[in-house]
């Protein structure tokens, strides 16, 4: 079955509006979850990594303040896209690390943000 | 920071021969090498994935295998089949659950009936 859960699956909403994506891990407690952006047919682009109790790293060039994570629990990690652009509509995808640290990453099954 | 590079972009073969992807890396210190398979609107599923102390690796048609010194790895399918169609990335790591992951640029393989 799944292992991390993403909501919601698709949104679109009106510039100028802030998004929140949840993340969660269904499985196990997540110290660690990632989140990434995706354009079409283009890669996966890591944009911060979510540290549970403490302040996400963010990649360089994403903007902390524009893109706000919030990792309360151990699983339960919040992307939010404020004062949403349409040059922010994207394919948000979060992943979650694995229970034991040589297991592997889960992905959740990504939101698709649409931003008029 | 690492950088991974992929090829082919696109790969069209004839059902039931074999396709091969191709990725390298930069920093020799990744030691995790996870290859993703991507479906439209889905987010990238694992299908492979390999260590840096092994050289290959098979799961039935999925095969990966691994040059250290030459920071190369690829993909190999066998007996292609229709739902094989899909989005490839690969991708290099430094081995922890709790490392990032750093993604190629994709190969969008098509195959043909």
């Known amino acids: 079955g799944a292992v991390v859960s993403q909501h919601p699956s698709r949104v679109i909403c009106k510039s100028g509006t802030s998004v929140k994506i949840e993340c969660r891990s269904l499985d196990f407690q997540a110290t660690t979850m990632f989140w990434y952006r995706q354009f079409p047919k283009q890669s996966l682009m890591l944009m911060a990594t979510?540290?549970?109790?403490?302040?996400?790293?963010?990649e360089q060039g994403v903007e902390k303040d524009k893109f706000l994570i919030n990792h309360a629990s151990l699983t339960l990690s919040t992307l939010t896209v404020t004062s949403a652009h349409p040059e922010d509509s994207s394919f948000y995808i979060c992943?979650?690390?694995?229970?034991?640290?040589?297991?592997?990453?889960?992905f959740g099954d990504g939101t698709r943000l649409s931003i008029l | 920071g690492e950088n991974v590079e992929q090829h082919p972009s696109t790969l069209s073969v004839q059902e039931g021969d074999s396709a091969v992807i191709k990725c390298t890396y930069s920093d020799s210190a990744s030691n995790y090498f996870p290859w993703y398979k991507q479906e439209l609107g889905k987010g990238p599923q694992l299908i492979i994935d390999?260590?840096?102390?092994?050289g290959e690796k098979k799961d039935q048609r999925i095969a990966v295998t691994l040059n250290k010194t030459a920071k190369h790895f690829s993909l190999h399918i066998t007996e292609t089949q229709p739902e094989d169609s899909a989005v490839y990335f690969c991708a290099a790591s430094w081995g922890s659950s709790a490392s990032k992951i750093i993604f190629g640029s994709g190969t969008r393989l098509s195959i043909r009936p």
């Open positions: 390999i260590r840096s102390n092994v």
């Open positions: 979510s540290n549970e109790g403490s302040k996400a790293t963010y």
């Open positions: 992943s979650v690390g694995g229970h034991h640290t040589n297991q592997p990453q889960h």
